[in-house]
């Protein structure tokens, strides 16, 4: 093979990789993140098994109905793949999603917001390159553009009010509308269910009483701690 054909064939095998990327499905997952997800150093993530298991058990209960429930160490990537590309991939199938992911925490929130956020860019011109050829629509709306809550370009003829996107610490104010996704981020902390055990049973009556009731009856969940 000379050199010609050579960069034929990594041309063909990342245009294949970009389009398996926007296919709503596992493999199309992994291919997003492999382009586009970054860590906390910028540095680009190259999905592991245990992130494909994490996916592969997400998608097959969403399939049938049921919360997955994501259990790893800390250092693992949870929050990165599923708290922060896993949204943002969903957002790429449907602009009209409304989102909200709830954390131990108002700051770790804050965090999850900034990070998407950057991914999608204040203008065109900073969006992540990879976002912008696998979702070219995805892109920064009309509403909210904080630290709370984000709004992306809804689709021609959209009427909901709501952001596109918002986190909270699990105790946080400023609650919103109705949600198509709710992500529980970390929620129980060692503060809250070991140093104050007492605080157990209002995480858990708030986490029920106030964030899972504004899921609709069609909506996904997910947990991961």
Same mark, same amino acid.
């Given at each position: 093979?000379?050199? =010609?054909?050579?960069?034929?064939?990594?041309? /063909? =095998?990342?245009?294949?990789?970009?389009?398996?990327?926007?296919? &709503?499905?596992?493999?199309? =997952?992994?291919?997003?993140?492999?382009?586009?997800?970054?860590?906390?150093?910028?540095?680009?993530?190259?999905?592991?098994?245990?992130?494909?298991?994490?996916?592969?058990?997400? &998608?097959?209960?969403?399939?049938?109905?049921?919360?997955?429930?994501?259990?790893?160490?800390?250092?693992?990537?949870?929050?990165?793949?599923?708290?922060?590309?896993?949204?943002?991939?969903?957002?790429?199938?449907?602009?009209? =999603?409304?989102?909200?992911?709830?954390?131990?925490?108002?700051?770790?929130?804050?965090?999850?917001?900034?990070?998407?956020?950057?991914?999608?860019?204040? /203008?065109?011109?900073?969006?992540?390159?990879?976002?912008?050829?696998? &979702?070219?629509?995805?892109?920064?709306?009309?509403?909210?553009?904080?630290?709370?809550?984000?709004?992306?370009?809804?689709?021609?003829?959209?009427?909901?009010?709501?952001?596109?996107?918002?986190?909270?610490?699990? &105790?946080? /104010?400023?609650?919103?509308?109705?949600?198509?996704?709710?992500?529980?981020?970390?929620?129980?902390?060692?503060?809250?269910?070991?140093?104050?055990?007492?605080?157990?049973?209002?995480?858990?009556?708030?986490?029920?009483? /106030?964030?899972?009731?504004?899921?609709?009856?069609?909506?996904?969940?997910?947990?991961?701690?």
């Amino acid at each position: 093979m000379d050199d =010609m054909e050579l960069a034929y064939a990594l041309r /063909t =095998m990342r245009e294949h990789i970009y389009e398996q990327a926007k296919n &709503f499905s596992l493999g199309g =997952m992994l291919a997003f993140t492999h382009l586009v997800g970054r860590d906390e150093r910028g540095e680009p993530i190259e999905p592991a098994a245990i992130h494909w298991s994490w996916f592969a058990h997400i &998608f097959y209960c969403w399939q049938r109905g049921t919360i997955p429930v994501i259990l790893a160490p800390w250092g693992h990537g949870k929050s990165v793949n599923v708290a922060i590309l896993l949204p943002l991939w969903l957002l790429g199938h449907d602009e009209n =999603m409304r989102q909200k992911i709830i954390c131990n925490s108002d700051d770790n929130a804050v965090k999850r917001v900034r990070a998407i956020r950057s991914f999608i860019g204040d /203008t065109l011109k900073n969006r992540n390159k990879n976002l912008g050829i696998i &979702f070219p629509h995805l892109r920064r709306g009309t509403g909210p553009w904080g630290d709370h809550s984000i709004a992306i370009r809804k689709s021609p003829g959209a009427v909901s009010a709501d952001c596109s996107l918002e986190a909270h610490g699990v &105790f946080g /104010t400023g609650i919103g509308g109705r949600a198509d996704l709710l992500i529980l981020d970390d929620v129980p902390d060692r503060r809250n269910s070991i140093e104050q055990p007492i605080m157990r049973s209002r995480v858990i009556s708030t986490v029920k009483g /106030t964030w899972m009731s504004r899921l609709e009856p069609t909506g996904r969940q997910a947990e991961i701690m």
